[in-house]
């Protein structure tokens, strides 16, 4: 999931539609789009035997401790105590 195969999938050039998405819902699409990836990785750390770093892969993240530290910062905690509450 990124900027440019959505503007491609949907015939926008990727400064247009940045720009009108966010006009339209207040947010850039980069918010957005890592929003949706964080979603994906809190139903995915629900279940023990993935591990942190296939969650990150998962998700479209090559980098398990850049992963990590957005997920804190969009959620409170890391993936491990998250995956510990849940």
Do not use: M
């Not at 699409?29 to 942190?52: C, G, M, P, S, Y």
């Amino acid at each position: 999931l990124s900027i440019q195969n959505i503007a491609e999938f949907i015939g926008l050039t990727p400064t247009y539609l940045c720009a009108f998405f966010k006009k339209h819902t207040g947010k850039t699409l980069n918010e957005f789009i890592t929003q949706v990836r964080i979603e994906q990785a809190k139903q995915l750390l629900r279940d023990n035997k993935i591990k942190l770093f296939d969650i990150a892969t998962r998700v479209g993240y090559t980098d398990a401790n850049y992963f990590s530290t957005l997920f804190k910062k969009y959620v409170g905690c890391t993936p491990s105590e998250f995956r510990e509450k849940h």
